[in-house]
């Protein structure tokens, strides 16, 4: 909101002088899908929210044999927590907007949880991202799938985690994120002003006097908003590029899916293909 506030104020500088003023955008949202930045302030936060409760729901489990669990989480259209959280606490399966699944995929799952259920490993832990994700496969029909189809192998369980996503103590890399941005964004709109003072005035209606404050591989720079339009898909509020979503082949990886990795030119957005057995005779 802030970013698309900034431009829309932007655009109204040439009728009104009063908006001629510094912008300095600081990305705070617990989704991260701030474009120009990293990472956003109380993503963090919430990343470690998920991922503890995640911990409690599967320590819950620890007397229970053979149980799966379907966990729904925050983010907008962004897949951010869903991914890392899924990453972080050991899930089978995260399912996200950016990355397109379909009911062969589900059926993907359900297989490989079959199987794992005959491991000393006996339970499951499956995150979808909200209600966004996919307007037909919600968390309830994902849910009911995995229950009917692990029948008489696993019990399914959901939990849907809320706004308690948003709440909580920060993070220590919250606090000193915050700290830092907030210093270095009130140091920029101090020298700005002195820059575009003009006889006791300010008007500033340059570019660079309306910039995003973001992190770009641990360094903090300013980025003019206008800059930022091009990257930006406006539609579902997230970045059109984002750096995390290179790491989702992992989540396939440590759960020990039977896969391949793909890393040619045509492979698709995750990378992964599934592994076909040829028989022993066509070997």
């Known amino acids: ?151 008489g192998i696993f019990d399914c369980r959901k939990n849907v985690l809320g706004h308690m996503q948003q709440g909580g103590s920060p993070t220590p890399f919250d606090r000193n994120f915050g700290t830092k941005m907030g210093a270095k964004a009130v140091a920029w709109i101090t020298g700005k002003i002195k820059e575009c003072s003009r006889h006791g005035r300010i008007f500033a209606n340059t570019a660079d006097s309306a910039c995003l404050l973001g992190m770009r591989k641990r360094s903090l720079v300013f980025q003019p908003i206008t800059e930022l339009q091009e990257q930006t898909d406006f539609e579902h509020r997230i970045p059109k590029e984002q750096w995390w979503l290179k790491l989702r082949p992992i989540l396939k990886i440590l759960a020990k899916y039977n896969i391949e990795l793909d890393t040619s030119e045509k492979a698709h957005l995750e990378h992964v293909t599934r592994k076909v057995m040829l028989p022993e005779s066509s070997i």
């Open 1 to 151: 909101q802030a970013f698309t506030g900034s431009l829309e104020l932007m655009e109204g500088r040439a009728r009104f002088e009063e908006l001629c003023i510094p912008l300095c955008i600081i990305p705070a949202t617990v989704s991260n899908n701030v474009p120009g930045s990293d990472f956003s302030i109380g993503a963090d936060t919430a990343l470690n929210t998920i991922t503890t409760t995640c911990d409690l729901i599967k320590q819950s489990a620890a007397g229970t044999k053979r149980r799966v669990f379907i966990i729904e989480t925050m983010g907008g259209f962004c897949g951010y927590l869903a991914t890392m959280a899924g990453l972080a606490a050991g899930a089978d399966a995260a399912y996200i907007h950016e990355e397109h699944f379909s009911i062969r995929d589900l059926q993907v799952n359900v297989e490989h949880l079959t199987e794992k259920m005959k491991t000393t490993v006996k339970r499951g832990l499956v995150l979808r991202w909200n209600e966004r994700c996919n307007e037909n496969y919600t968390t309830d029909f994902i849910y009911n799938l995995y229950s009917e189809e692990g029948k």
